[in-house]
């Protein structure tokens, strides 16, 4: 990976956790602001592949940890989001997937990636919550970024696609 797409995608992912925590708060539903880090992994995911979105997956969930007003046992969100950059860059199965199966995509994704931090606060007893409770802010999460998978996916999918390099034949 050459460090012009390196700094690209980190930039990408900078940009998203800022927004994340400083913007989407605002617009809070129940409690819960879409994850536009998780948002950027999927893309990654389903252009780059498994090993390009895991390791995006972990900066960003580092980012997401680090970031004020950050209250919970930190990693969590670096385990989640790698989870989800791995699963979905092994799900996809061409390089021009559809909207339809983008959008569910987005959805497994936002469900495996919030059920795995939810699961690991849980287990880890930080900060402990009722399963209904972690049940309606997975679906709240799952929703959220349904809604914005149109605005974001397309863009940085796009710029994704144009950092990669061309396929060689032989």
Known sequence: MSLLRALVAFSVVCLA????????PHFAWEG??????LLVVVAAALV?????????????????????????????????????GYVAGRVRQDLRPTAGSVVLTVAASSFVGTSVFALSGLVLHDPVVSVPEMLQVILVAVVWDVLLTPFVLPPVMALFRRLQPAEVAY
């Open 32 to 37: 819960v602001v879409p994850n536009l880090a």
């Open 17 to 24: 956790v800022v927004l994340q925590v400083s913007l989407f």
């Open 48 to 84: 780059r592949g498994p090993q390009f979105a895991a390791v995006l997956g972990f900066v960003a969930g580092v980012a997401i940890d680090l970031a004020p007003p950050a209250d919970h046992i930190a990693g969590r969100w670096a385990l989640a989001l790698v989870v989800v």
